[in-house]
């Protein structure tokens, strides 16, 4: 079992920053793939980010240059680095691991319970 915590949601204007954080715990050692997806009020989840541990990265067209993903050096974190927010980034933000070995062994990916993200106009 893999458990993904995630931290640093909140309350901002738009224009501004927010960072966040997602920490694996659990059954693993290292995580070979970590991404942030979102759900903004009454649509759909959608991949945001994603990023490998050979860094490889792939990012929504609505956030590139504004967001940046990053892996911690552990392999067991991730964080989402914000910048420039619009009031369109509003949504509950998701941290999920696609991990290779997880996938074979257990035959389905992780999900964080979410972190709310509001950005006021």
């Known amino acids: 079992q893999v458990q993904l915590e995630e931290s640093g949601g909140g309350l901002v204007q738009a224009g501004g920053s927010l960072t966040l954080s997602c920490v694996a715990s659990g059954s693993i050692f290292t995580l070979d793939h970590l991404a942030w997806y979102r759900q903004p009020p009454g649509k759909q989840r959608e991949l945001v980010a994603e990023?490998?541990?050979?860094?490889?990265?792939k990012y929504a067209e609505s956030v590139k240059g504004r967001f940046t993903i990053s892996m911690g050096k552990g392999q067991r974190s991730v964080s989402l680095q914000m910048r420039s927010l619009k009031p369109e980034d509003t949504a509950v933000y998701y941290c999920?691991?696609?991990?290779?070995?997880?996938?074979?062994?257990?035959?389905?990916?992780?999900w964080g319970q979410g972190a709310q993200v509001t950005v006021s106009s």
């Open positions: 999920k691991t696609d991990d290779p070995y997880l996938l074979a062994t257990t035959g389905s990916g992780y």
């Open positions: 990023v490998t541990s050979g860094g490889e990265t």
